[in-house]
């Protein structure tokens, strides 16, 4: 970006968005006739949600899913609680700080579909998977299943595990397309022995965007006596479930992926009768081994997070959960229905509603994924994450609510170019 450009998205920065959230909750309520369906490829509405975002113009963004930065009502509200803490001080600390906190879980409780007894606001998914398969009370010879295309600092924390205890990984691998659920609640009950204690599970697996029958994976595991951890790092606020009904034993999301909080923020759930098993990462002085704060000690931490996640959710609620989901999906649908069919073009992702939302992932043959992902951005200006492991050869497509479909068009004809379809 040049000088003059960067001093122009500052002063865009310091006016304020077009819309905040007034207006914007004006906007969606004049739609509150307009289907999802249709309000999804409606362009011209959500252009102006793509005017909240200060959108770099150096390249279109389909790398949304590492980080979905904030909207600038959104950031604003994160600068305001920034300078509000830095005012306050440490009167803010020892006297709001922890019945905030408390508030905001309770909020995001109810967003998460669980009860706040059962959850705690963490760093991210890391923090919080890592607390639990760092601190259940594992034996030698104790055996975890998980599959190649989980999150890979979850497998390092398995491999960490496997050598302090002799803890026994099991990995098997979870097809790009499968047949149906079946075959993949198959997959995993056919790894159960009976010296099983856990399954790892993603709920979107990060490097392909396909969603996996959770709920029917819980109920197979626990008729079988095993545990099961759940992945939702790209999941939370993306599209609609309740952690409730999917019957999990532990649950984990990051909040500065799909719900856009600033960075550093996730959440843990821990069924209520677990509670009692996790060893913290941080011990607390929580006598009570059943209450969830025992596993929430974070020593100082930047509490103006925390105080965002709030109005992150407030945000999310304007949009609404459905639409949002919706205007994913439609946006991943626009571009895979394009290229789905053409030759050396391959989709690893499956893309029936049930399986996928905003994440697809796209390979060419005779294109190395890194090679990919290089031209995409060198000859076509599009951003993108090479992926090239675990069966899963291409770049990862993650479009947001602000991209639109004139985007997706000129990714459509840069794959078409690179696969000699054009
Ligand atoms: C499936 C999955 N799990 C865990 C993580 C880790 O998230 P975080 O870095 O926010 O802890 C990611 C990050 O992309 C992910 O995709």
Same mark, same amino acid.
């Given at each position: 970006?040049?000088?003059?450009?960067?001093?122009?998205?500052?002063?865009?920065?310091?006016?304020?968005?077009?819309?905040?959230?007034?207006?914007?909750? +004006?906007?969606?309520?004049?739609?509150?006739?307009?289907?999802?369906?249709?309000?999804?490829?409606?362009?011209?509405?959500?252009?102006?949600?793509?005017?909240?975002?200060?959108?770099?113009?150096?390249?279109i963004?389909l790398?949304?899913?590492?980080?979905?930065?904030?909207?600038?009502?959104?950031?604003? +509200?994160?600068?305001?609680?920034?300078?509000?803490?830095?005012?306050?001080?440490? /009167?803010?600390?020892?006297?709001?700080?922890?019945?905030?906190?408390?508030?905001?879980?309770?909020?995001?409780?109810?967003?998460?579909?669980?009860?706040?007894?059962?959850?705690?606001?963490?760093?991210?998914?890391?923090?919080?998977?890592?607390?639990?398969?760092?601190?259940?009370?594992?034996?030698?010879?104790?055996?975890?299943?998980?599959?190649?295309?989980?999150?890979?600092?979850?497998?390092?924390?398995?491999?960490?595990?496997?050598?302090?205890?002799?803890?026994? +990984?099991?990995?098997?691998?979870?097809?790009?397309?499968?047949?149906?659920?079946?075959?993949?609640?198959?997959?995993?009950?056919?790894?159960?022995?009976?010296?099983?204690?856990?399954?790892?599970?993603?709920?979107?697996?990060?490097?392909?965007?396909?969603?996996?029958?959770? +709920?029917?994976?819980?109920?197979?595991?626990?008729?079988?006596?095993?545990?099961?951890?759940?992945?939702?790092?790209?999941?939370?606020?993306?599209?609609? /479930?309740?952690?409730?009904?999917?019957?999990?034993?532990?649950?984990?999301?990051?909040?500065?992926?799909?719900?856009?909080?600033?960075?550093?923020?996730?959440?843990?759930?821990?069924?209520?009768?677990?509670?009692?098993?996790?060893?913290?990462?941080?011990?607390?002085?929580?006598?009570?081994?059943?209450?969830?704060?025992?596993?929430?000690?974070?020593?100082?931490?930047?509490?103006?997070?925390?105080?965002?996640?709030?109005?992150?959710?407030?945000?999310?609620?304007?949009?609404?959960?459905?639409?949002?989901?919706?205007?994913?999906?439609?946006?991943q649908?626009y571009w895979t229905q394009q290229v789905s069919n053409l030759p050396r073009v391959i989709l690893n992702t499956?893309?029936?509603?049930?399986?996928?939302?905003?994440?697809a992932n796209v390979g060419i043959e005779g294109i190395?994924p890194?090679e990919l992902a290089k031209r995409l951005l060198k000859e076509h200006n599009v951003f993108t994450?090479a992926?090239? /492991?675990?069966?899963?050869r291409g770049c990862r497509i993650?479009p947001?609510?602000?991209?639109?479909t004139?985007e997706l068009d000129s990714f459509v004809e840069a794959i078409k170019k690179l696969s000699n379809n054009a």
């Amino acid at each position: 970006m040049d000088k003059r450009q960067f001093i122009k998205n500052m002063a865009l920065t310091s006016i304020g968005a077009p819309l905040g959230f007034a207006g914007l909750a +004006k906007s969606f309520a004049q739609k509150s006739h307009v289907s999802n369906l249709a309000l999804a490829s409606d362009d011209t509405f959500w252009e102006e949600i793509r005017n909240q975002y200060l959108l770099k113009p150096d390249y279109i963004n389909l790398e949304n899913g590492y980080y979905n930065f904030l909207p600038q009502p959104l950031l604003n +509200k994160y600068i305001e609680h920034i300078k509000e803490v830095n005012y306050q001080g440490s /009167y803010y600390m020892r006297t709001v700080q922890f019945e905030n906190k408390k508030n905001i879980t309770a909020k995001l409780a109810k967003v998460a579909g669980c009860s706040p007894d059962a959850l705690i606001i963490t760093r991210n998914t890391t923090e919080s998977l890592d607390m639990i398969i760092g601190g259940l009370d594992w034996k030698a010879g104790d055996e975890a299943i998980m599959a190649l295309q989980d999150y890979g600092a979850m497998l390092d924390m398995f491999e960490q595990i496997k050598n302090r205890y002799g803890v026994v +990984k099991v990995m098997l691998s979870v097809p790009n397309h499968p047949k149906n659920d079946q075959e993949i609640i198959d997959l995993y009950k056919n790894a159960i022995t009976p010296k099983t204690k856990v399954i790892l599970v993603s709920h979107m697996v990060n490097i392909t965007g396909q969603i996996l029958p959770i +709920k029917e994976i819980c109920t197979m595991a626990h008729e079988k006596g095993v545990q099961v951890i759940v992945d939702g790092a790209h999941a939370f606020a993306h599209f609609k /479930y309740n952690i409730d009904d999917l019957g999990c034993d532990y649950y984990a999301a990051s909040l500065h992926k799909w719900l856009s909080t600033p960075l550093g923020a996730g959440l843990l759930y821990v069924r209520k009768d677990n509670i009692k098993k996790v060893w913290p990462l941080l011990a607390d002085g929580e006598k009570d081994l059943s209450k969830i704060n025992r596993l929430n000690h974070t020593g100082t931490h930047p509490v103006h997070t925390d105080l965002t996640i709030s109005d992150a959710i407030d945000y999310y609620a304007v949009i609404g959960v459905e639409r949002k989901e919706a205007r994913l999906r439609f946006l991943q649908n626009y571009w895979t229905q394009q290229v789905s069919n053409l030759p050396r073009v391959i989709l690893n992702t499956p893309i029936a509603a049930n399986r996928s939302c905003a994440i697809a992932n796209v390979g060419i043959e005779g294109i190395e994924p890194a090679e990919l992902a290089k031209r995409l951005l060198k000859e076509h200006n599009v951003f993108t994450v090479a992926i090239d /492991y675990a069966n899963v050869r291409g770049c990862r497509i993650c479009p947001n609510i602000y991209t639109t479909t004139k985007e997706l068009d000129s990714f459509v004809e840069a794959i078409k170019k690179l696969s000699n379809n054009a």
